[in-house]
């Protein structure tokens, strides 16, 4: 099995690979769209991508990817913790606090957001495609002026300093990725914990008509089907349209689940499953 990431090597998509799929062989890829396509082209037999944040909240290109340009199942979701540090290229060590360019994720770089407001107040800040291409960036170009934000993992790789730790705004950092692929996917013996199971529906609703939102929703209610999560995505054709992605917390099954989902086409919804899949949690 061949598993595709976000990279270059040691990015946070990185640790979580090897974490949820310890020895198998995994391949970087520059954009979560590159890491969806090369699984289309079975290139990989799995990618796995962060979807959702504590701090920032949904990825959003990895949603739409998977809504308008792919068609693969979700097989699985793993929640990792997120803890964010400062490095520099090792002869800037002694001078780190004089930068003036920072250079991380956009979702890094949110996620400290107060340490740069307090700290760096009006640094300039430059996005790149991933935590471990910033500090890629930063040990190639030892003149630039800047510091990357990233993991242990990817100072260690890239063999920078790290000048502050801990500089995500709260403790309670998660990200969440998930795993997918066309074909059902196998566990190995995982570092991970088991923690239940999922099934993500994508709604889009009637156009136009009163009340349908709620409707949608008691579909659900009266069955006792808990939501843990709602967000809704553009359609992308046309102001104030709208899908509406709703996660269960439990498997798909041969009553309830299949019963809100016919409710809701009577009622002139269309129902797409995303996947009925496990999740698991790494602590660490
Ligand atoms: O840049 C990385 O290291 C990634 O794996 C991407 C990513 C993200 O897209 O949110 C993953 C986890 C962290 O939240 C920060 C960045």
Redesign the pocket.
Known sequence: MKVG??GPK???????VNQQFPGVESIPFLT?PNCLDAVMEDKVDVAL??VE?TL?GS?NI?LDYLIHEVSLPIHGEVT?P?K?HLMVHPHRKEKWRDIDVMY?????IA?CHKFIHTQFNGITCEY???????AQFIKENPNINGAAI??LL?AEEYGLEIVKHHIHDSNN?H?R?LILSKNPVHYPETTSTFSGYKTSLMVTLPSDRSGALHQVLSAFAWRKLNLVKIESRPTKTGLGNYFFLIDLDRKMDDVLIPGAIAELEAIGCEVKTLGSYPFYMIEK
């Open positions: 990431y976000l040691a990015t946070f998509t990185n640790m979580a979560i991508v962060p944040n920032e990825v990895t990792v997120i964010q991380s994720h956009s979702h890094a996620q790149t495609t991933s935590t471990a291409a910033a990233g993991n990817t950092n990200t990725f």
